[in-house]
C-alpha cells in the first residue's frame, strides 16, 4: 500500500509562485529518490526534478533550473516543490514520483516505481 498525495496546485498569475507537497506513506521514503514530473494537454510527461535520499543532491530540468526548488522532509515523508517566476509554459499537471532503493539521478518516467494522481497547475499570463 504505497501513495503519494500531491497538494498545493493551483490557478496563479504569471510571475507567481507555487509550492507543491507530496506526502508519502507504505514507502521506505527516507530511502527512495523522489521525483516531480509534469503533463501538458497533448504532450509527454516531462521530468521536473529529482531529489536524493536525503535531499542533498538535486537534478532539474533545463526549463526549470533557476525557477524552481525541490526539497524533502524524510521526518514527515513530504517532498516540495517551491514554483517561482512560473510562465504560462509552466501550466500541467504535475506528478511526484518514487523509486524505492535507488540512488542514481533518475530522469525518465519508466524508472520510477510509484506515482501520484496529480495536482494541477496553471499559469495565466
Known amino acids: 500500500q504505497v501513495q503519494l498525495v500531491e497538494s498545493g496546485g493551483g490557478l496563479v498569475q504569471a510571475g507567481g509562485s507555487l509550492r507543491l507537497s507530496c506526502k508519502a506513506s507504505?514507502?521506505?521514503?527516507?530511502?527512495?529518490?523522489m521525483g516531480w514530473f509534469r503533463q501538458a494537454p497533448g504532450k509527454e510527461r516531462e521530468f521536473v526534478v529529482s531529489i536524493s535520499w536525503g535531499g542533498g543532491r538535486s537534478t532539474y530540468a533545463d526549463s526549470v533550473k533557476g525557477r524552481f526548488n525541490v526539497s524533502r522532509d524524510n521526518a514527515q515523508n513530504l517532498v516540495y516543490l517551491q514554483m517561482n517566476s512560473l510562465k504560462p509554459e509552466d501550466t500541467a499537471v504535475y506528478y511526484c514520483?518514487?523509486?524505492?532503493?535507488?540512488?542514481?539521478?533518475?530522469?525518465?518516467?519508466?524508472?520510477?516505481?510509484?506515482w501520484g494522481q496529480g495536482t494541477q497547475v496553471t499559469v495565466s499570463s
Open positions: 507504505g514507502l521506505p521514503f527516507s530511502e527512495s529518490v
Open positions: 514520483a518514487a523509486r524505492s532503493g535507488s540512488t542514481v539521478v533518475i530522469t525518465r518516467t519508466s524508472q520510477y516505481d510509484y
